[in-house]
């Protein structure tokens, strides 16, 4: 079992900024996969970023390079800076987890978003 705590959300202004942090504990394997995904009212959960271990990460192409993850195998954590903020980018944003060896994937509960003026 792996438990997901993310942190970060809120309300913000278009063009503004945000950091979002996750939490990871339980059984953690060192070699795994963490990311962030989002889902917005009457849409399917995307994909927004995602890394492997020490990998380059791979983002989504609506970031257009506004967006940076990283990563803190000490501490088993994982971020997202997100930068230049549009009133699109309003979803409940979700941090992932994945054993590279396993098909299990573990899901944080989420945390909202709001982007408006």
């Known amino acids: 079992q792996v438990q997901l705590v993310e942190s970060g959300g809120g309300l913000v202004q278009p063009g503004g900024s945000l950091r979002l942090s996750c939490a990871a504990s339980g059984n953690i394997f060192s070699i795994n996969t963490m990311g962030w995904y989002r889902q917005a009212p009457g849409k399917q959960r995307e994909l927004v970023a995602i890394i492997y271990n020490n990998e380059m990460p791979n983002y989504a192409e609506f970031v257009e390079g506004r967006f940076t993850i990283s990563r803190d195998n000490a501490k088993n954590t994982v971020s997202l800076q997100m930068n230049s903020l549009k009133p699109e980018d309003t979803a409940v944003y979700y941090c992932?987890?994945?054993?590279?060896?396993?098909?299990?994937?573990?899901w944080g509960q989420g945390t909202q978003v709001t982007v408006s003026s």
């Open positions: 992932y987890y994945k054993i590279w060896n396993r098909q299990y994937e573990y």
